[in-house]
Nanobody, 114 residues
Framework: VQLQASGGGLVQPGGSLRLSCAAS????????MGWYRQAPGKQRELVAT???????NYADSVKGRVTISRDNRKKTVYLQMNSLKPEDTAVYYC?????????WGQGTLVTVSS
């Protein structure tokens, strides 16, 4: 599975961004998909995941501000981020997971700053 993330950029505090992650391969629909982020000097952390059955899971730090969704026909997972804060600044990585198999995209930078 190859993952291509896009949609990052510079946004002001309180603004919104939508990240996209396009996947290759024919088994996208059975993978658990997720978004993780890594801020400078910090460890990579979970942002949100969505199961093959469309069940979402969110980190406490983003609950109520972020929505993860997937389109199996387009083999794409999305992360809609609203009310962005400077502490959301990080490189955001797309992840695909199935049992012991795990794949990562290249990351897209989100900078929240005035």
């Amino acid at each position: 599975v190859q993952l291509q993330a896009s949609g990052g950029g510079l946004v002001q505090p309180g603004g919104s961004l939508r990240l996209s992650c396009a996947a290759s391969g024919s088994l996208f629909r059975i993978y658990e998909m997720g978004w993780y982020r890594q801020a400078p000097g910090k460890q990579r952390e979970l942002v949100a995941t969505i199961s093959s059955g469309y069940k979402p899971n969110y980190a406490d730090s983003v609950k109520g501000r972020v929505t993860i969704s997937r389109d199996n026909r387009k083999k794409t997972v999305y992360l809609q981020m609203n009310s962005l804060k400077p502490e959301d600044t990080a490189v955001y990585y797309c992840n695909a997971r199935l049992r012991s198999y795990e794949y990562w995209g290249q990351g897209t930078l989100v900078t929240v700053s005035s």
